[in-house]
């Protein structure tokens, strides 16, 4: 895979000095209906299963500024009413991946478990 990449981008492209850090804004910026719908959850719950925000409303004037709503799933409960999110402005969002599809994506591509994750 480092093979190809190199041939197609060269030995030092460019997206890879991308931040890896992005506030909720940015995160869902130029998604398609500002992200309604998609599972969002901050890295302090990285590892967590069943443990994310799922966006319902989005209202942004900008990438640093606006409100976000969602509703909070803790435990694999979901919560009944949407509620804005909390920190959306600070820079530790990620798109939520359930563990289980994690392990069976790795499963169909071929990846065995001992392979780094990083």
Known sequence: MATILKQLYGHHP???KLSSKRSLFEL???LPNSGKGLKVAPSEWTGKSGCFWT???CLVEDVTKG???GRLTMNATR???SKEIPNAHKKSWHFY???EETTRLEGKLGIPESAPTN
């Open 97 to 99: 991946a359930a563990p």
């Open 67 to 69: 409100k976000i709503t």
């Open 55 to 57: 966006i319902d409303e």
């Open 79 to 81: 919560s009944g009413k």
């Open 14 to 16: 460019s997206f890879l």
């Open 28 to 30: 869902i910026a130029h």
